[in-house]
């Protein structure tokens, strides 16, 4: 099982950026495909962005679509997802997800996931 650490989260004004990283350990991630979701009080969580093992390919939420990009660096045990053009919208804790299957990260079951980062957007 590999766990997942988040980190980077914070408050930052509407239009700003931030970049949100995910430290793996317990074993390499480099065959997993790795996500990021987000969830706000009283709602499900929702799936942002997800990074094949290779990084190659990628998918995002059509709500962030030309804002967010997903990254990975396999020597570092690490993904990234740098958010740019913020919405008071994009306001939720953002969680790191793991799984070796694509689609289990896509359709929001991955195996592992982090314990979150808050990410609150001011108007």
């Known amino acids: 099982q590999v766990q997942l650490v988040e980190s980077g989260g914070g408050l930052v004004q509407a239009g700003g950026s931030l970049r949100l990283s995910c430290a793996a350990s317990?074993?390499?991630?480099?065959?997993?495909?790795m996500g990021w979701f987000r969830q706000t009080p009283g709602k499900a969580r929702e799936f942002v962005a997800a990074?094949?093992?290779?990084?190659?390919?990628?998918d995002y939420a059509d709500s962030v679509k030309g804002r967010f990009t997903i990254s990975r660096d396999n020597a570092k045990n690490t993904v990234y997802l740098q958010m740019n053009s913020l919405k008071p919208e994009d306001t939720a804790i953002y969680y790191c997800?793991?799984?070796?299957?694509?689609?289990?990260?896509?359709?929001?079951?991955?195996?592992?996931w982090g314990q979150g980062t808050q990410v609150t957007v001011s108007s």
């Open positions: 317990g074993r390499t991630i480099r065959t997993y495909t």
């Open positions: 997800a793991a799984d070796s299957q694509f689609l289990k990260v896509r359709g929001g079951l991955p195996d592992c």
């Open positions: 990074i094949n093992w290779y990084g190659g390919g990628t």
